[in-house]
């Protein structure tokens, strides 16, 4: 099982704390840093938010030549801060400039604070626009170099455009997630490489990536074209004194982060992710919330993904 670090910087953090996180994500042996797009903090963790948010895809493309093996991303892009154009172009420089090593989360966009703080539109028909512009950006990123491409959409229009830049990998893996029963399972099947469901206990993502499967096999991808993955809030202490230490600081009880996140010892944390991966789960993303916490990177580095295969 690949294990990732997934940070929250809207929460109040630096560029220079996310690449201090970062470096040590590939210094440690984690699979990738993916990172959250968001523009306000949520919740009491970070009382003030300073100091203040950063933008996904900045801080991805100074990572991206700040690392050299780590894959990086988003869980996920909001569709309603880019256009579908736009963003392609973003996101093929930026894998260029990582030398191949992007994933392409992207999501609907539902936090509605944030678009009145920062004066960004938040449409009603935030799903029908997803399904565009994962037509968008896909279909820009497959045109053949020399060939132009058009999109005649209820949302987005395109009209002969060239299609560039290319990434550098021949296929960016884009990532979709959620809970929904019928259209996230559909979209899945249509466009993505992964399915990801964020903080969902061991029975419904058994009950979610069973709809996604049976929607990839509808669509004639078979059920194992995607890699399946969660994201869960991850709380690991040597003993129960550190996991309790380790929870204050991010305000979260321990109770209620061994019921529904990753907490516990090394190897109650190793149990866990067997379950997880007993229904499927290839690949889990570590919710990091105190990101000046490094010991607790190595202790999950050194007591958890050392004992997985």
């Not at 470096?23 to 003030?48: I, P, V």
């Not at 299609?163 to 979709?176: C, D, F, G, T, W």
């Not at 996604?212 to 129960?240: F, I, T």
């Not at 067997?274 to 789960?281: F, K, L, S, T």
Request: with cysteine; proline share 4%.
């Amino acid at each position: 099982m690949d294990l990732r670090i997934f940070t929250e910087p809207q929460q109040g953090a630096t560029y220079d704390t996310l690449l201090t996180v970062a470096k040590a994500t590939e210094d440690l042996g984690f699979d990738a840093f993916f990172r959250s797009d968001h523009y306000l903090k949520m919740g009491q963790l970070s009382a003030d938010g300073l100091p203040g948010p950063t933008d996904a895809w900045i801080t991805l493309a100074g990572l991206a030549r700040e690392t050299k093996r780590i894959r990086l991303g988003t869980l996920m892009t909001a569709g309603t801060f880019r256009l579908p154009g736009v963003l392609a172009i973003q996101v093929a420089q930026v894998d260029q400039m990582s030398g191949g090593r992007i994933e392409l989360g992207l999501g609907a966009g539902w936090f509605e604070e944030e678009h009145k703080a920062y004066g960004i539109p938040f449409p009603k028909e935030k799903f029908a626009r997803l399904e565009e512009q994962l037509a968008i950006v896909t279909g820009l990123w497959a045109t053949e170099v020399g060939k132009t491409f058009s999109y005649e959409g209820t949302h987005y229009q395109l009209t002969d455009s060239p299609a560039l830049p290319k990434p550098a990998q021949a296929k960016v893996p884009v990532l979709i997630g959620g809970h929904g029963a019928t259209r996230t399972p559909r979209l899945a099947a249509q466009y993505a490489d992964e399915f990801n469901i964020p903080f969902a206990s061991v029975d419904d993502s058994r009950r979610q990536f069973a709809r996604v499967r049976a929607a990839a096999e509808q669509a004639g991808r078979g059920a194992d074209a995607l890699v399946y993955s969660n994201a869960l809030v991850a709380c690991v202490g040597k003993d129960d004194a550190e996991v309790a230490r380790r929870a204050a600081a991010i305000g979260r009880d321990v109770d209620d982060l061994k019921a529904n996140g990753l907490a516990g010892s090394p190897s109650e944390v190793v149990d866990k992710l067997g379950r997880y991966a007993e229904i499927g789960a290839r690949r889990v993303y570590l919710q990091i919330l105190d990101l000046h916490d490094l010991d607790h990177l190595e202790l999950i580095a050194n007591g958890v993904m050392a004992q997985l295969d």
